[in-house]
DNA sequence: CGCCCCGGGATTTTT
DNA sequence: TCCCGGGGCG
């Protein structure tokens, strides 16, 4: 593409084979594909090609036959970047592609797991805990232990939990350091030993786990470490910089060589090298990518230092810098240049581009965050009709309570938008509900499930009841579940018995489909059938489809969806078990199901708009306590990685950014004033083309003014943080009704003239659409044309 | 045991 | 503002 005239040395190249997989690679790009060696660090910043790199890497290495596809294991983040680079490497091998890993860091744990469960006191069936189902549990454990009044909060208390679980530290390693005479700390201890204990009994892992139960087997196992180390002799790691220390661990144990000649493990028929006197098998080769600049997960343990230190881990380790981008125009590249670089501690990295300056970044101050929202709403209609895909565009903002003005402003503008994260779909009671059902059956031993489901619907189980069938099941040494069948034992009311044994019936039948005695095989079809026969005799889809409350009526189209799901998943792996099912959900993340976008504007937070590109983007409630956000002002490295989440914001924009902010904001109710952010006036002031700035608003405002209270910093040169007190502002704050209209039954036709609550008087040119999606095209006697949603806009005939 | 009302609390990001 | 949990009552 650029510099294609430079010619390319191809170190060992024999020319041929993968010619083309050099064809228009850039000289560095070019290196990261052809380098061999022990180790690689590919420092790639946004938008340089790092994804197309890493595939034309695999693909080299298989054409030339230095490794057959099963000798290569790959790790991204999310299952969706690693089914989009099983597809791009496959384009470019073919067939060859099926035989590699390519998944991400908690897949490939399971897998491993799954096979050497049995090695260390689990069996192959184990379920997997989110952290909502962890968070059920640690909650239960807390209260039965009074945790509360020493202070330890659940959520606390799995935060903890998990800290230490990424740093490899397990409860009897915490216990011998911790310091025990602190009755807290004590407490923490137990609570800790509680929470592995329960999960071991459950038969369940939790996200943690999955790395760390790996890495301890590793350690215990020398020979079953061997394995894979003889197994996987390229290992390529993407997004390095957001690896925690356990996954770091992870990666050196898969990278150590193997000494000596042990005798060959062979474990669940898979297929190992020929043991015959292996000599000293020297450690894989190990290729990282990542981006410092982009770390935005040390909150959850990643460890920058991982890749910061990569040459200091691995001597000799070559490093490849991509700095040319492919995706931006210059002038966005020169605000993120310019803002990254006031972290200070950081390799100087400069993006660039050749495709020009493009169009300046447009800035714009709304009085209210409704304000802010209908000046995206307007901006976003207005470079669609100028021929902008909406799927082409992207709405940024810092946590998902903001999506909601933006929601209300969007719907009512008639702008198509997508939701993407948020109340994640497997999220929903319904559905962790229908899971729960399925793990009852899949995981006999996992008591939580069981407790979950025991009285959805309402058979009248409380706690008490629940309690009783527990104690009961703890007296006989029996299950959760076991301890059903015996509801004649339990000493509960005869209608109590009725439903427990019924419940207990029900289970069992779906067992029956789902878990064939061994030597069968279940159909494809016993997931979605089980899962049926589950929702339905239990009454739990009845339940729903009487109440009278609307939602119910969307829960049962979720779990519709849901046994579609299942279908779907019978599908695509034929031999695939309930077990496999389950594990196959809780792994996937939001993140993963976002390209079923199309024709909609993508609205999420700026989590996880990582990895993505817009042509136009959007960044919301740039202000000072959002963005940066107030939390982490006070943690150590907070504001640096707030800084590279806002960078990160801005390198997915293609063609246009915009950044926008509100001068007051509603939270918790209340309504407060915001001050612009810091990173704002990182940004040379010549990149911003300000519609409306911040300082334009504060001269405008009535003549009260106050101090900022308490925040920080001021705006530009010119205006020092002078904020005009709420009340003086309460006029402009929210306008938008809280409660939704329906004009549902309005009859509106072309020449009809309309009133506007916001925008005026106009005149209707045509209605388009059908029922609660008419939308009426207005053109208004400002001279402004409005999309309008004829069922909740604020309008009226006149 | 379940429902309802009340008050309090909480609000970052997620494999 | 909204959600959750606790407590009281039917």
């Given at each position: ?11 060992g190249?024999?020319g041929?084979?993968?010619d083309?997989l050099l064809?228009?690679l850039?000289?560095?790009q070019?290196?990261?594909?052809t380098y061999?060696?022990?180790?690689l660090l590919i420092?790639?910043?946004?938008g340089?090609g790092?994804?197309?790199v890493?595939t034309?890497r695999?693909a080299s290495?298989?054409?030339r ?9 790959a790790i991204?983040?999310t299952n969706?970047?690693?089914?989009e ?5 496959g384009q ?18 399971v ?7 049995e090695?260390?006191?689990f069996t192959?069936s184990?379920t997997?805990?989110d952290?909502?189902d962890?968070?059920?549990?640690i909650?239960?454990?807390v209260k039965?232990r009074e945790a509360?009044?020493f ?5 606390g208390?799995?935060?903890r939990i ?7 530290t397990?409860a009897?390693a915490?216990?011998?350091?911790a310091?025990?005479?602190d009755p807290a700390e004590?407490?923490f201890?137990?609570?800790f ?8 009994r ?7 786990d999955?790395?760390?139960?790996t890495?301890?087997l ?7 470490a061997d394995a894979?180390?003889?197994r996987?002799r390229?290992i ?5 910089q957001?690896?925690n220390a ?6 050196h144990e898969?990278?150590r ?6 005798e ?11 043991p015959e ?5 020297e ?6 990518v ?6 935005i997960?040390a ?14 881990d691995?001597?000799g380790a070559?490093?490849?810098l991509?700095?040319q981008n492919?995706?931006?125009?210059q ?6 240049n ?5 972290n ?7 993006l660039w581009?050749d495709?020009?300056?493009?169009e300046?970044i447009?800035g714009?101050t ?7 929202a209908q000046?995206?709403a307007?901006e976003?209609e207005a ?9 082409q565009v ?7 309570a903001?999506s909601r003005a933006?929601e209300?402003?969007l719907?009512?503008?008639?702008v198509?938008y997508?939701?993407?994260g948020g109340?994640?779909?497997y999220e929903?009671?319904?559905i962790?509900?229908?899971?729960a059902?399925?793990t009852?059956v899949a995981n006999p031993a996992d ?5 979950r489901?025991v009285n ?9 009841s629940i309690e ?5 099941a703890?007296?006989?040494g029996?299950?959760f579940?076991e301890?059903l069948?015996h509801?004649?034992d339990l000493?509960v009311?005869p209608k109590l018995q009725t439903?427990?044994t019924h419940?207990h019936g029900?289970?069992g039948?779906?067992?029956?489909i789902?878990?064939?005695a ?5 159909p494809p079809t ?8 589950l929702l339905?005799?239990?009454g739990y889809l009845?339940?729903?489809r ?7 009526e969307a829960?049962?189209?979720n ?9 779907e998943?019978a599908r695509?792996?034929?031999d695939?078990t309930?077990?496999?099912?389950l594990a196959?959900v809780?792994l ?5 199901d976002l390209?079923d976008?199309?024709?909609s504007?993508?609205l999420?937070t700026?989590h ?13 409630g740039?202000?000072?306590d959002?963005?940066?956000h107030r939390i982490?002002a006070g943690e150590p490295g907070g504001?640096a990685?707030?800084r590279?989440l806002f960078?990160?914001g801005v390198?997915?924009a ?5 950044l ?10 209340e309504?407060?004033?915001a ?5 704002l006036q990182?940004i040379?002031a010549?990149l911003v083309?300000w519609r409306q ?5 504060v001269r405008?405002?009535?003549p ?6 308490g925040?920080?910093g001021?705006?530009?040169n010119?205006?020092?943080a ?6 003086s ?6 306008k ?6 329906d ?10 003239r309309i ?5 005026g008087e106009?005149r ?8 609660a999606k008419?939308?009426a095209h207005?053109r208004f006697?400002s001279g402004?044309a409005k ?10 005939k006149i």
């Amino acid at each position: 593409m650029v510099e294609s005239s430079v010619p390319v040395v191809v170190p060992g190249g024999t020319g041929g084979v993968d010619d083309d997989l050099l064809e228009g690679l850039n000289p560095p790009q070019r290196e990261a594909v052809t380098y061999r060696g022990p180790a690689l660090l590919i420092v790639a910043g946004a938008g340089s090609g790092k994804t197309r790199v890493l595939t034309h890497r695999i693909a080299s290495l298989l054409r030339r036959r230095e490794a057959w596809p099963s000798q290569i294991l790959a790790i991204t983040f999310t299952n969706k970047a690693a089914g989009e680079m099983r597809e791009r490497v496959g384009q470019l091998v073919g067939e060859s592609a099926r035989g590699m890993w390519i998944s991400t860091f908690h897949s490939a744990c399971v897998r491993i797991l799954r096979r050497e469960a049995e090695n260390f006191g689990f069996t192959s069936s184990f379920t997997i805990y989110d952290s909502g189902d962890s968070r059920a549990l640690i909650k239960r454990l807390v209260k039965d232990r009074e945790a509360e009044r020493f202070g330890l909060s659940p959520a606390g208390v799995q935060g903890r939990i998990s800290r230490l679980k990424n740093e490899l530290t397990d409860a009897a390693a915490f216990a011998r350091q911790a310091n025990l005479s602190d009755p807290a700390e004590r407490l923490f201890s137990e609570l800790f030993g509680d929470y592995e204990r329960a999960l071991q009994r459950a038969n369940a892992f939790d996200f943690d786990d999955l790395i760390a139960q790996t890495v301890y087997l590793f350690r215990a196992f020398p020979a079953v470490a061997d394995a894979y180390r003889k197994r996987f002799r390229h290992i390529l790691v993407d997004e390095y910089q957001d690896t925690n220390a356990a996954q770091y661990a992870l990666i050196h144990e898969l990278t150590r060589p193997v000494v000596g000649a042990a005798e060959a493990y062979s474990s669940g028929g898979m297929m190992i090298f020929e043991p015959e006197h292996a000599p000293e098998l020297e450690g894989a080769s190990l290729t990282v990518v990542g981006d410092s600049d982009q770390s935005i997960y040390a909150f959850r343990g990643a460890d920058i230092r991982n890749i910061s230190e990569f040459e200091r881990d691995f001597p000799g380790a070559r490093v490849v810098l991509l700095e040319q981008n492919y995706r931006s125009t210059q002038n966005i590249l020169s605000a993120a240049n310019a803002v990254i670089g006031h972290n200070f501690d950081r390799k100087a990295k400069n993006l660039w581009t050749d495709s020009g300056a493009g169009e300046r970044i447009v800035g714009y101050t709304g009085y209210s965050q409704h304000d802010e929202a209908q000046f995206v709403a307007d901006e976003i209609e207005a470079i669609h009709r100028s021929g902008v895909d909406y799927s082409q565009v992207a709405v940024f903002y810092r946590t998902n309570a903001q999506s909601r003005a933006l929601e209300e402003i969007l719907i009512r503008a008639a702008v198509p938008y997508k939701i993407m994260g948020g109340t994640k779909f497997y999220e929903r009671a319904e559905i962790k509900d229908a899971l729960a059902y399925l793990t009852a059956v899949a995981n006999p031993a996992d008591e939580m499930a069981l407790r979950r489901i025991v009285n959805k619907p309402k058979r009248g189980i409380g706690d008490v009841s629940i309690e009783t069938i527990s104690r009961f099941a703890a007296d006989r040494g029996i299950t959760f579940r076991e301890a059903l069948g015996h509801a004649g034992d339990l000493g509960v009311g005869p209608k109590l018995q009725t439903a427990i044994t019924h419940l207990h019936g029900v289970l069992g039948a779906a067992s029956e489909i789902m878990l064939p005695a061994t030597g069968e095989v279940a159909p494809p079809t016993a997931v979605a059938d089980g899962l049926s026969l589950l929702l339905g005799r239990s009454g739990y889809l009845d339940a729903l489809r009487m109440s009278r409350d609307p939602q119910d009526e969307a829960r049962v189209e979720n779990l519709d969806e849901f046994v579609a799901v299942a279908r779907e998943f019978a599908r695509n792996n034929p031999d695939g078990t309930v077990i496999d099912f389950l594990a196959e959900v809780a792994l996937v993340s939001d993140a993963d199901d976002l390209d079923d976008a199309s024709g909609s504007v993508s609205l999420m937070t700026l989590h996880t708009a990582k990895g993505l590109e817009y042509d136009a983007v959007f960044i919301t409630g740039v202000e000072e306590d959002l963005l940066p956000h107030r939390i982490s002002a006070g943690e150590p490295g907070g504001p640096a990685e707030e800084r590279r989440l806002f960078y990160v914001g801005v390198t997915r924009a293609r063609k246009r950014l915009y950044l926008s902010l509100a001068m007051t904001r509603a939270q918790f109710g209340e309504i407060a004033s915001a001050v612009p952010s810091r990173f704002l006036q990182e940004i040379p002031a010549d990149l911003v083309d300000w519609r409306q700035s911040p300082a334009d608003l504060v001269r405008q405002a009535p003549p009260r003014f106050g101090g900022g209270s308490g925040s920080r910093g001021g705006f530009r040169n010119d205006t020092p943080a002078l904020l005009p007190k709420s009340t003086s502002l309460d006029r402009f704050a929210n306008k938008v009704p809280a409660k939704v209209r329906d004009n549902g039954d309005m009859e509106l036709a072309a020449g009809d003239r309309i009133r506007h609550d916001d925008f005026g008087e106009g005149r209707v040119d045509a209605v388009t659409g059908e029922g609660a999606k008419r939308i009426a095209h207005v053109r208004f006697d400002s001279g402004a044309a409005k999309k309008l949603l004829v069922k909740i806009a604020p309008i009226e005939k006149i």
